[in-house]
């Protein structure tokens, strides 16, 4: 499904809009949702506001729009009440925010771990090593040292280089 | 789990270094599936797939061979309190609930809680402190599971949990450590502002939310993102190193200022462990600690930190109802507590 506001990107997000008692759901791909989410209704309804009376209505309009995850419901009131996301699409679907969570926990955004493959092709490296560990568990059981304490160093050669 | 009951687990056997001041050294990782949603919001029958999938997975190793399996919905909760007790599932994981279960290596240095507050929760476990043991451990077996599991990893984030605080590498590093010279010489309160500005946190015996017993803390990394594995590893080890040497100096003051004092209260402490009748469990871990500081400064010599270890841990509400085959109120528990700990400490 196409993005309902700018009818190019994907929509990821759902925004539920409560106007005069009417509900409203909008499809939105994250980068709508983030502008409709903040913004200031399109119109505004007249030029003789006062800033407080301006703050004021932007911060109602705030509380009635709210961003869902569509994929597992959760809806970001409830993630900022509970700290816990539903799902690995919350972290996308809540956009700039979510970042700003996790510089406010860990001081940076940034991974800096170890790389993991997502297509689950079992490394070569990783075969050798189960394969050596039945070798040797073999190798014990049949009370063979001498064979065993070779594998041991095989294994040994095999992580270190593995690191 | 009745061959559990009067085991203790090597991570308590005192065999690490500095075991009377570290009880022990842990690591976890906290890993999900990509295509579930997170253990809060996935449904029972979805979640008992989750289970079956990472059970399968974890079976398979070596490093399980043999394992314990228990699904928490099929455990009394005397069961549940007492796989609590001894660090192998958490607060969270006991309460009530489909699809959650545990997979525990046999000499139990290695735990996988299944749908925790992630599908994965792996943790190692070694004796006194051993950071790099577990840490090696841990990833090890992490990486192995990951050959067979398909975890939700995505750019730039890393690995996603259900909590933003785990976010990024999933791991977190930590000790039990006993403290009893920081808290007898009053100085507890500079500790934990000083180690409230190198991103650690300090726990109760049991972890969030839990008191502090018998002067155990649980001191833990907090980082997953903007830093490497390896670098946590080397942090919270330079964190750990300094508490310790904190908790040496103490010791040295309070031997300077108050000798006799202290010696009184460590002597005092093993009579009445000794000889009382009646023993609640603050009460026991309180008289073990200055004990156990009594062997670190070397006023106590005929009593081993891993007959204290197990003192504790069999001093346990659950662990006594389970040494003693039945279940007990409060009093008789405190009853049966003084009983064992009298026989055991007469043993030595």
């Known amino acids: 499904m196409l993005c309902e506001n700018c009818k190019i990107r994907e929509a990821k997000v759902t925004l539920i809009e409560v106007k005069n008692g009417q509900t409203k759901t909008l499809h939105l791909c994250p980068i709508c949702a983030e502008k409709l989410s903040l913004g200031l209704p399109e119109k505004s309804a007249a030029g003789s506001e006062s800033p407080g009376e301006k703050a004021e209505k932007k911060s109602r309009i705030e509380e009635t729009r709210e961003l869902v995850c569509s994929t597992c419901g959760t809806t970001f009131s409830e993630f900022a009440k509970k700290g816990r996301f539903g799902c690995p699409d919350c972290y996308f679907t809540f956009g700039d925010k979510v970042k700003e969570i996790l510089e406010e926990i860990h001081g940076s955004t940034l991974y800096q771990g170890r790389r993991y493959s997502t297509d689950r092709k079992v490394s070569e490296l990783l075969k050798r090593e189960k394969e050596l560990e039945e070798a040797l568990e073999k190798a014990v059981r049949e009370e063979n040292f001498e064979e065993a304490a070779r594998i041991r160093d095989e294994l040994q050669k095999l992580r270190e280089n593995g690191k | ?348």
Not at chain 2, 89 to 108: M, N, Y
Not at chain 2, 170 to 196: D, M, P, T
């Open chain 2, 1 to 348: 789990m009745r061959e559990m009951v009067e085991r203790t687990p090597r991570w308590l056997s005192a065999e690490g270094k500095f075991p009377e001041m570290v009880i022990s050294s842990r690591a976890r990782v906290a890993r999900n599936l990509e295509g579930f949603l997170f253990p809060g919001k996935l449904d029972g029958k979805l979640k008992k797939e989750v289970l079956k999938e990472v059970r399968k997975a974890a079976l398979s190793l070596p490093e399980f061979k043999e394992a314990l399996y228990f699904e928490i919905s099929e455990l009394s909760d005397l069961d549940r309190v007492f796989l609590a007790e001894r660090h192998l599932i958490s607060l969270d994981l006991l309460a009530d609930g489909e699809g959650k279960g545990v997979i525990i290596s046999r000499d139990e240095t290695l735990s996988l809680m299944i749908n925790e507050e992630d599908h994965i929760r792996l943790q190692a476990f070694a004796p006194g402190l051993n950071l790099e043991e577990v840490f090696e451990k841990v990833l090890r077996v992490e990486e192995k599971l990951g050959e067979m599991l398909n975890y939700a990893y995505r750019e730039p984030y890393g690995f996603l949990t259900s909590c933003p605080t785990n976010t990024g590498t999933g791991l977190r590093l930590s000790v039990l450590l006993h403290l009893a010279g920081i808290v007898y010489s009053k100085q507890l309160e500079g500790l934990l502002r000083n180690l409230a500005k190198v991103k650690v946190s300090v726990r109760g015996l049991y972890g969030e939310g839990t008191n502090v017993e018998g002067n155990v803390f649980q001191i833990s990394s907090l980082l997953s993102l903007g830093v490497s594995e390896r670098e946590t590893l080397e942090s919270f080890r330079d964190v750990v190193e300094i508490t310790l040497d904190f908790e040496k100096k103490s010791r040295e003051i309070l031997l300077e200022n108050m000798k006799e004092a202290l010696e009184d209260k460590i002597q005092r402490s093993l009579a009445i462990l000794s000889s009382a009748r009646l023993l609640s469990f603050k009460e026991t871990a309180e008289y073990v600690s200055a004990v156990r500081l009594g062997i670190g400064i070397g006023k106590i010599f005929d009593i081993k930190v891993r007959t204290l270890n197990e003192l504790l841990l069999f001093s346990q509400p659950a662990h006594l109802q389970k040494l003693f085959g039945k279940e007990m109120g409060p009093q008789e528990r405190d009853e049966k507590r003084a009983s064992y700990v009298r026989t055991k400490l007469k043993a030595e």
